[in-house]
């Protein structure tokens, strides 16, 4: 008997079409399997051996962060390493290796998942917030044990990833070669995972009705098409060969986006307005070259934080901020400092867990509490500025005395530098423009910064109090409110008063049909996924 072409709406957040194998994407700890075993005493002396090398690499991941950020910032290993030790815990692994005859591995991730919700569930936030540290340290044992390294989440050999939903630091880890499409069962549209999918330049629905176990889909043909929001499992012939049509004529849409190349970014009134990248990753670099960008007009540099398990050092971070600005010679590169917290987590990070994150302690402010971490970033930007310019975008500002502070810093690295004898420029510096807030004080930042740049999908969140996380809000949260347009048009009028640029580079900005509007506005510059760059520019020449 034939198999069963079954279709799923979804939500597209990159158009295009694909056609491979699904391949079903699993969080390690549902990926362990439950064994029985006769010796019990072996899998116990297992546990005992990767509780050994657990502390060693905890002592070692300690000593790291000390020096790269902090002691302050290094006592989550320390706690990492007192569970290694808490008495509950061990008892509870051993106690169901000896009882239920299970395999380690097992014994450990179920132990991990019943601590973890136990922690989950407590009143004080310190006691929440260990929650996370449990599982953590449960998946170093269990890695340890199956002799594993932190692996890239793989495609394996080319397939469309079908996942419940991911989250950005397991997005940077998408190993991207190979990789078909993407198709998550829960996600939002203008969340930050969606805006790394979206970077991946493959067709991408979120919010796709796919009935669970998802288990169940892992190996079976499927097309994605992004174009009509749709994932059809087990094609029949006749569609199969109409989706590899409209696949092939979208393929020569955009070879023939490639005349746009080399062109001038000039609207048909004659009106220049720059076109640049945003990346989250220098496999996105090549990208935004390939795709002609008028520079960077947004580094995401949380890629460097996320998907590990320390914190980058100032070298490692020096290189990467150096391999954008020798990419893209004469042409701008603007690199935001961090913007962790909220959905943007990592365990060794040790980020208190906030009732509301995406108003909490996150990006610049974070950065002002971890004064090594922000230092360090700051002191890697300017060494490799003395290379070729580069500017600073400070992310979520509020008030002028932020911009003062950081202004302040950087002159403190500086004078740092110097007397270390280690070449550096100190960069110019942005504002991002995402709070209510920044937009109606943006006269009086705009005389304490060198340019504006107008991040409209926090900008579009914060007023309209509509969570970008959240899909049932995706209606509220619109590109066409007045009110996210005042505050924009506000803030163009503001900057150009004080003779500053202004620029955007939320995903608004990627909308072609809104070419006309941010040309009557008065933006100087767009910046974009790459993939965006070219379809902007034929746009513009319309305009
Ligand atoms: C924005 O908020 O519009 C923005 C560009 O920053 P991010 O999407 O990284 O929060
Ligand atoms: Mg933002």
């Keep these: 008997m034939g198999k069963q072409m079954e279709f799923c709406l979804g939500r597209p957040i990159q158009g295009g079409v694909a056609i491979g194998r699904i391949r079903v994407f699993q969080r390690r700890e549902d990926q362990i399997r439950r064994r029985d075993i006769q010796d019990t005493q072996a899998e116990i002396a297992r546990v005992e051996m990767a509780r050994e090398e657990a502390s060693r690499q905890l002592d070692a991941l300690y000593r790291e962060t000390c020096e790269s950020a902090g002691r302050a910032q290094a006592s ?125 330049d493959i067709p991408a629905l979120v919010q796709t009705e796919i009935k669970p176990p998802l288990a169940r889909y892992d190996g079976m043909l499927a097309v994605v098409d992004a174009q009509s929001g749709r994932l059809i499992l087990e094609p029949d012939k006749e569609l199969l060969s109409q989706m590899e049509e409209k696949k092939r004529r979208l393929e020569r849409e955009r070879e023939d986006l490639r005349f746009w190349i080399g062109k001038e970014n000039v609207s048909a009134g004659g009106r220049r307005m720059e076109i640049l990248a945003n990346i989250g990753s220098l496999e996105e670099l090549g990208q935004a070259v390939e795709n002609d960008a008028g520079g960077i007009g947004l580094m995401r540099t949380e890629f460097l934080f996320l998907g590990r398990d320390t914190y980058p050092a100032e070298e490692e971070q020096v290189a990467a901020y150096r391999e954008a600005i020798g990419s893209m010679p004469g042409k701008p590169v603007i690199i935001r400092t961090l913007d962790l917290g909220a959905d943007k987590q990592e365990s060794y990070l040790g980020l208190p867990r906030e009732e509301n994150p995406a108003m909490g302690c996150r990006a610049i402010r974070l950065c002002f509490q971890r004064q090594e971490m922000f230092r360090t970033q700051l002191r890697a930007i300017c060494r490799a500025a003395a290379q070729g310019s580069c500017s600073i975008l400070l992310p979520l500002i509020v008030s002028v005395e932020e911009i003062r502070l950081v202004r302040q810093l950087l002159a403190e690295v500086g004078a740092e530098l110097q007397k270390r004898a280690i070449p550096y420029a100190i960069p110019s510096v942005g504002a991002m423009i995402e709070t209510p807030a920044a937009a109606l004080i943006s006269a009086e930042l705009a005389r304490e910064v060198d340019f504006f740049s107008i991040g409209t999908n926090d900008l579009a969140q914060y007023t309209l109090a509509a969570d970008r996380q959240n899909p049932g809000l995706e209606g509220m949260y619109s590109r066409s409110h007045p009110a996210v347009w005042r505050l924009i048009q506000m803030t163009v009028e503001n900057g150009h008063k004080a003779g500053i640029p202004v620029s955007i580079c939320g995903e608004l900005a990627s909308d072609p049909g809104l070419v006309r509007t941010f040309l009557d506005l008065g933006v100087d510059a767009l910046s974009v996924v790459p993939a965006s760059v070219l379809p902007l520019r034929r746009a513009l020449w319309s305009a």
């Design 76 to 200: 989550i290993f320390l706690a990492h390493k007192m569970l290694l030790e808490d008495e509950a815990y061990l008892e509870s692994i051993y106690g169901m290796i000896r009882k239920e005859r299970v395999n380690a591995e097992y014994a450990v991730t179920v132990s991990g998942i019943l601590f973890s919700d136990t922690f989950a569930a407590m009143e004080d936030a310190r006691m929440r917030a260990r929650s996370a540290d449990v599982r953590d340290v449960s998946g170093r044992l269990v890695r340890l044990m199956e002799g594993a390294k932190e692996e890239p989440l793989k495609a394996g050999p080319p397939a469309i990833l079908l996942a419940e939903d991911l989250s950005p630091s397991e997005t940077v880890r998408l190993k991207t070669e190979g990789l078909l499409a993407l198709v998550l069962q829960k996600g939002a549209a203008g969340s930050h995972t969606a805006i790394l999918a979206r970077a991946l």
